[in-house]
């Protein structure tokens, strides 16, 4: 019998080659996947616990409510109101646009809400909830409701929103907050404003952003696959902002307002003895609410292109020609600087002519006023007084005194963006114009003409000091933020110093007379009521020819006059003080001073005087 060839051998020895080869590899196979196994599950289990946990837990940060605002009354000016909005969650939507189509068939999505949802998708996380339509009605939330279990990553949530009750009236004031664009984003705490999407943009809601804003919170919870929010683990609820109480009064705003008629312009009201801005009209104005989650194109180019330019603060930000309101400042300059005395007297031709040069300066009176003392200067407003004693006390002067009452810098008020205006001064020129210092120059400025202007918030201030005996306090909207109280009532911060306490009364007795005096300009408003102590202006928009005559009936109304009106009351007590400025209203007589007493009456509890609105409509002399 035949033993096994030498080929037999051979195979059969490469085939238990090749089985134990196959035994090593799958032993080695297991012992690499038992060794990741023990990686996996023992030595590195916490981490990756984590993770899965991670995959149904989340931390949703919880934005804070923001305070509110209050008029001095209590009434609310900013409020949060509920809105049920739709959210999108993107790390659990894998096609947002296609999306976006299938839920425009079940609630109304215009362009510019995608266009929103686009903007704050780009600065949020990607876990986080980005509103896609705020505001549902319950139409829409019902319709949504039933087609929810096709929306993975979609969601309703209820929401705060901004609302201002009272629109235009405090648009300028209170201001409102808008979509945090990038250049915000790029200065704001990102922690601080986690899940928030709005900041202050203007007014006080800017001003006091911080204080409004409040602290924001944290929400650990568990979600479902689809993204939706199954059951609130923990929460570490936000701290709401401070609410903030003003020593502003709607109702008295209301009358401002609405004074001010068919003008453009501002009327602001300050609370003699704590500086508390009562009032701050600017005409004409704006829906804020337009502005709270984002404006449409066509509001926007509407409110842009409107000549009236209702998106200009005029209160704090317009600059106009002071005119005659200037005089009793002049007056008082004049006196405590020595340059006269309040029984000097000139003689007013109705013109006046500097030395050795060539231009006359005319009254507003072609006739003159004759012989004219300081209390008859402010009564009259003649302007051939302050040509003369402003050109005797000179610039530098009259500068560095009225630059005590605020002129020329900001009042400080609590409004972002206050302009300093113009007190104008020989350096001033040089430096902005590169241009010396001309003796005319110095003969306008007497006038409240020329290079100087004012604000109306400015004017109102000043106006306060002069009532507050060169008190200068604090002008504020915000009386109390929180538990806290802005300022003192009645806290003098600084004081003018004082030569004599008879100059103040002399200058005072004039701006009685203005409204008392048988030849006051602002005689009209007199009343039994409350005395008032006052100055009309009338600031030209366009300058005249040497001799040309200036006739309104022949100029667009964008070039006529302005009319000025300040004012406090009551004289021997003063509580407020007012300054109006009815832009192209003319005559300070006739126009500003009439708005200013509905101001006042409506301050003091009086009723509307329907003589008053008759003799408003008549000629006045200023």
């Known amino acids: 019998m035949r033993g096994p060839d030498q080929k037999e051998i051979q195979a059969k020895r490469l085939f238990v080659a090749r089985s134990l080869a196959a035994l090593l590899f799958v032993l ?26 991670d995959n149904r837990i989340k931390l949703l940060p919880l934005p804070p409510a923001r305070g509110e605002i209050y008029d001095r009354n209590g009434v609310l000016l900013a409020q949060n109101i509920t809105s049920v909005d739709l959210f999108i969650t993107p790390d659990q939507v894998d096609d947002i646009p296609a999306v976006i189509a299938e839920l425009q068939k079940v609630v109304t999505i215009t362009e510019e809400d995608i266009q929103r949802f686009g903007k704050l998708r780009r600065r949020l996380r ?37 609302h201002y009750p009272f629109g235009e009236l405090t648009a300028h004031v209170v201001g409102y907050i808008g979509l945090i664009n990038e250049r915000e984003l790029e200065r704001i705490d990102k922690a601080a404003y986690a899940g928030t999407s709005h900041i202050g943009k203007t007014g006080l809601e800017r001003f006091y952003e911080e204080q409004l804003h409040g602290d924001v919170g944290v929400q650990r919870v568990e979600i479902d696959a689809m993204g939706h929010i ?63 989650n984002g404006i449409s194109f066509k509001d926007y180019n509407a409110l842009r292109d409107d000549s009236g330019n209702p998106l200009f603060n005029r209160a704090i930000n317009g600059s106009y020609p002071p005119g005659s309101t200037i005089k009793p400042f002049i007056g008082l300059a004049g006196l405590e600087t020595k340059t006269v005395n309040h029984l000097q007297t000139i003689y007013c031709p109705g013109h006046y002519r500097i030395k050795n040069a060539g231009r006359t300066f005319r009254d507003w009176k072609r006739t003159g006023h004759g012989t004219i003392d300081l209390e008859k200067s402010i009564e009259q407003s003649c302007d051939i007084y302050y040509y003369d004693l402003a050109y005797s006390m000179g610039i530098d002067k009259m500068h560095d005194y009225l630059a005590q009452f605020h002129f020329g810098k900001q009042t400080g008020i609590d409004m972002p963006a206050e302009t300093s205006a113009v007190l104008p001064s020989q350096e001033w020129k040089k430096r902005r114009y590169k241009q010396s210092w001309l003796p005319g120059d110095t003969v306008n400025a007497g006038i409240g003409q020329g290079y100087f202007l004012v604000s109306p918030v400015q004017l109102a201030y000043s106006t306060a000091v002069l009532a507050a005996d060169g008190k ?49 300009t602002a005689k009209r408003i007199r009343n039994e009521h409350y005395r008032i102590a006052g100055k009309t202006g009338t600031a030209q928009v366009i300058s005249m020819k040497q001799n040309e005559e200036y006739d309104e009936t022949k100029l667009e109304k964008e070039f006529h006059d302005h009319a000025l009106f300040m004012a406090f009351a009551p004289a021997e007590e003063p509580e407020i003080a007012v300054a109006v400025i009815a832009e192209n209203g003319g005559s300070g007589g006739a126009t500003a001073a009439p708005i200013a007493r509905k101001v006042m009456d409506a301050w003091f509890g009086i009723k509307p005087d329907e003589p008053l609105q008759r003799m408003a409509q008549e000629e006045s002399d200023e």
């Open 28 to 53: 080695a196979a297991i012992a690499a996947i038992l060794l990741r196994l023990y990686w996996l599950q023992i030595q590195h289990h916490d981490h990756y616990k984590t993770l899965a946990t």
């Open 230 to 292: 199954i059951r609130i683990l923990e929460t570490q609820p936000p701290s709401t902002g401070e609410d903030i109480q003003l020593h502003f009064d709607i109702e008295l705003q209301k009358v401002a307002f609405e004074a001010l008629g068919e003008h453009d312009g501002s009327v602001v009201v300050i609370d003699v003895k704590t500086g508390g801005v009562l009032a701050m009209a600017s005409k004409p104005s704006f829906d804020a609410n337009l502005f709270v």
């Open 472 to 520: 200068l306090i604090q002008p504020r909207l915000a009386a109390r933020i929180g538990n806290l109280s802005t300022v003192s009532e009645g806290t003098e911060l600084q004081s003018i110093d004082k030569k004599d306490p008879q100059h103040w009364k002399q200058v005072i007795d004039g701006m009685l007379a203005v409204t008392e005096g048988q030849r006051g």
């Open 126 to 162: 990607r876990f986080e909830e980005v509103p896609i339509r705020t505001g549902l009605t319950d139409e829409e939330m019902a319709r949504f409701a039933v087609e929810r279990h096709r929306f993975r990553g979609v969601d309703l949530g209820v929401n705060l929103r901004r």
